[in-house]
């Protein structure tokens, strides 16, 4: 497959007889960008049902990791659907489970011995690192941040705290959740530079929430996105991450990295925390794990995932065919895609921040490996968000064969697939560049929904 190739208008006549089924058949409550209707995929590349080719710049939220359909991935899972699809890990024993608790515990942030729990998403896995630190701490309190993402099931939505709309209407949430600002420096929280500053939003956890809200000792865990994903890709400085890390011991409580999305091999590390130097007690993980099969796992140290049969389980979780394609997943991991997120991610975070010279829309670029955002401003001084802008650049996007998503209200997330080439980044700024242009000279191309 080359690309991209735009050949239809878009939506293309098939795209939009199925878009228009879509409408009766399912859920109202997704939230669909741009008309994109896949047929299939290859790599970074995928081909919409109407024969156009566009680049893959998500990644479906930065799950198929190892690219579409990767064949050492599609042979693993093929070759264990053979074996058996199922048999209950939660009742039975089956061996790529374990060999998937081995293999996460070799890889695992903090010192082992570890044990995991299975799952099958994200805020499954949020649930289960959320009910162990009550569970071994005996304490009922959590604390999470501002912007952050963490699942949309009751627990993990107690902690979720980035658009309105994914809350409103779900109250009263889990008792005992409150939340502090995440250090988002490019919009300080408490309005300081993010040079001299030492994680000082930190202080609003122990000068209000432990005075005035909630006692230290009775807080199970802080968990955090050592890099904010759906909040708009926010890159906290180190130091955010290493006093969260200090003032948890303090206390006793336990640190819960969810990882769910900078996760296995995106930021150019295995797991995002580690370039801070932080080990966390709890990771948390799912999307890439197993490149597109449904997965969440939590791994922690063995004497804390220790609670007894009975007290947590999934029917599904660590499903055999998922962890075969998660242990495939693994192995390609390692023998070279997070080196190519880093070097790639560096050459193409380096082409957009070339971009801003030319357009005065881009007020910030950051992230690390290939979780990159871009956040778009009216003005570089008074940084009001520039939300339409962000949308109509996306579909602009979209309509020249790249496709990308938006992260918080103003930014764009780039989490391409870990096998983007240094020639496929190229083109992905080529395109962002025209989509800007086009943007900020007031004439966005048309394309419905
Ligand atoms: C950081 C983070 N945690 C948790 C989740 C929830 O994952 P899932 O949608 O698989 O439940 C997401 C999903 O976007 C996420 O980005």
């Given at each position: 497959m080359?690309?991209?190739?735009?050949?239809?208008?878009?939506?293309g006549p098939r795209a939009r007889a199925i878009i228009e089924r879509d409408a009766r058949a399912v859920s109202t409550s997704y939230t669909r960008d741009y008309p994109f209707v896949m047929a299939?995929?290859?790599g970074a590349l995928v081909e919409d049902v109407d024969g156009n080719i566009f680049l893959d710049c998500t990644a479906g939220i930065a799950v198929a990791a190892t690219g579409h359909s990767h064949p050492d991935v599609v042979q693993a899972i093929v070759e264990q659907s053979r074996r058996f699809l199922h048999m209950s890990g939660t009742d039975f024993y089956y061996e790529p489970q374990v060999q998937l608790g081995e293999a996460l515990s070799a890889i695992a942030p903090m010192p082992g011995p570890h044990r995991t729990f299975f799952g099958n998403s994200g805020t499954e896995a949020n649930e289960a690192a959320l009910k162990l630190a009550k569970y071994h701490t005996k304490r009922h309190n959590i604390i999470a941040f501002l912007g952050s993402f963490h699942g949309r099931t009751m627990g993990s939505l107690s902690l979720t705290a980035s658009k309105i709309t994914q809350r409103r209407g779900f109250g009263p949430f889990v008792p005992g959740t409150y939340h502090a600002p995440y250090a988002n420096c490019y919009r300080c929280p408490i309005g300081l530079e993010a040079k001299s500053c030492a994680a000082e939003?930190?202080?609003?956890i122990e000068e209000q929430l432990f005075v005035h809200l909630v006692s230290?000792?009775?807080?199970?865990?802080?968990m955090v996105e050592p890099i904010q994903g759906e909040g708009g890709y926010v890159v906290p400085p180190d130091a955010f991450l290493q006093r969260l890390r200090e003032l948890t011991r303090m206390h006793g409580m336990l640190l819960i990295v969810d990882e769910v999305q900078s996760g296995l091999g995106r930021t150019?590390?295995?797991f995002a925390i580690e370039h801070a130097g932080v080990e966390p007690?709890?990771?948390t993980m799912a999307k890439g794990i197993a490149s597109g099969l449904p997965l969440g796992v939590a791994t922690a140290r063995s004497e804390i995932m220790s609670w007894p049969p009975g007290t947590h389980a999934s029917t599904f979780g660590g499903n055999p065919v998922a962890c075969a394609a998660s242990l495939a997943t693994l192995r390609l991991l390692r023998d070279g895609l997070v080196k190519n997120a880093e070097t790639v991610g560096t050459h193409?975070?380096?082409?957009?921040r070339?971009?801003?010279?030319k357009h005065a829309l881009i007020g910030d670029v950051r992230g690390r490996g290939l979780m990159i955002g871009v956040e778009l401003v009216r003005d570089r001084q008074t940084k009001e968000r520039a939300t339409t802008e962000r949308d109509a650049v996306v579909r602009e996007a979209f309509s020249r064969g790249l496709l990308l998503l938006g992260a918080g209200a103003n930014a764009i997330r780039i989490s391409p697939p870990l096998v983007l080439t240094t020639a496929q980044a190229d083109t992905a700024v080529a395109i962002l560049d025209q989509a800007l242009g086009v943007v900020a000279g007031g004439s966005p191309r048309r394309v419905t929904a």
């Open positions: 080359t690309g991209p190739d735009i050949r239809t208008s878009l939506p299939r995929g290859e939003c930190l202080r609003f230290a000792d009775e807080v199970a865990a802080i150019g590390r295995m007690d709890v990771v193409l975070m380096t082409g957009i070339g971009l801003m010279d």
